[in-house]
């Protein structure tokens, strides 16, 4: 299929974010479409949690939801992968694995984040279930449970501490990517988290449940569940537009910079959820998804009022030529 399409607002992304912007262009009686691959990243999560009036709903039905409310409000919604970004003749032009084109005034980047896991066998099988990273997200779940936190990086030691609210057993394995400070060493003791030194070798599993974390030297240490802080990526989609991700201020992954609207550096380009915000939960991508889409829309209104007001001034001006050649 080829298609050559015009619109006002490219979505790029249909999670929370991309689908929440929709939803208010839409509404905005403005010509929106919603390109997504179907991946989104809480997929392996049985549940959105710390979302007023919609806690626990599994993250597909909440997707769903979504679509059918941007659908209901004459936004499209295009299932496909898009493989280049860039500008023509004013506009940008959006082209999918398939060879379809969509062209826009303006475009809504909301494609989230792709998290890096160490290179621990039983890991990546186990997240989004038993290995997490977000205490809002999944704290009350293992509330009470006995947790390992792998060492990362930069942001590991106050994970632990950020999940010793939830249970007063947690266990931070440091391996050789976390230096533990003299100063941080004093608060994991004064908490009680206690720390393992070593190679983490393997998570250990028995009957699709988690039940501990093998070291390198055989020991297993009897955990039911794993945290850990990835390393988190956003795509270079947008380099066609000379927009780059670069390297978050925390030091825990790249992302696109825009400001509090998810405005760019490049004109006509707004970015909302995890692809500017590494660390927004689903409620916040959400948020963020309407503030870029009513800022969208002022930009688009200021715009139409320019041109408006440029064809007004041609017809007066026209009517005075007209008018002092008929004299």
Request: aromatic letters at 4%; one cysteine or more.
């Amino acid at each position: 299929m080829n298609t050559d399409q015009s619109v006002e607002v490219i979505v790029i992304g249909g999670g929370a974010a991309g689908l929440s912007g929709a939803l208010t262009l839409a509404r905005a009686r403005r010509s929106v479409v919603v390109i997504d691959s179907g991946e989104p990243r809480n997929a392996p999560a049985s549940g959105v949690h710390g979302f007023l009036s919609r806690d626990g709903i599994p993250p597909h039905d909440l997707v769903a939801r979504g679509r059918e409310e941007v659908a209901r409000y004459g936004g499209s919604l295009v299932s496909g992968r898009v493989v280049s970004v860039e500008r023509l003749d004013g506009r940008v032009e959006v082209v999918t694995e398939a060879g379809e084109r969509y062209r826009a005034r303006r475009l809504l980047v909301a494609t989230g984040l792709t998290d890096e896991l160490p290179e621990v066998p039983g890991l990546a099988e186990r997240w989004g279930r038993d290995v997490l990273h977000c205490p809002y997200c999944h704290g009350w779940e293992i509330r009470d449970q006995s947790l390992g936190v792998l060492g990362t990086g930069p942001m590991s030691v106050h994970q632990a501490l950020l999940f010793r609210q939830w249970t007063s057993r947690v266990i931070l394995f440091p391996a050789d990517r976390v230096e533990v400070t003299d100063d941080q060493r004093e608060q994991l003791t004064a908490r009680g988290i206690d720390v393992v030194q070593g190679a983490v070798a393997a998570v250990e599993v028995d009957e699709d449940r988690l039940t501990g974390i093998r070291m390198a030297s055989g020991r297993v240490v009897e955990v039911a569940a794993v945290a850990l802080s990835p390393r988190m990526r956003v795509g270079k989609l947008l380099s066609g537009l000379g927009l780059d991700p670069v390297e978050h201020p925390m030091g825990v992954g790249e992302h696109i910079e825009a400001d509090a609207t998810g405005r760019t550096a490049v004109p006509g380009v707004w970015v909302a959820g995890n692809a500017t915000d590494l660390t927004a939960q689903v409620v916040g991508a959400t948020a963020a998804g309407t503030v870029s889409a009513v800022a969208i829309n002022a930009d688009l209104v200021a715009e139409d009022t320019s041109i408006a007001v440029a064809t007004l001034r041609r017809a007066r001006e026209d009517r005075v030529r007209a008018q002092a050649q008929g004299r």
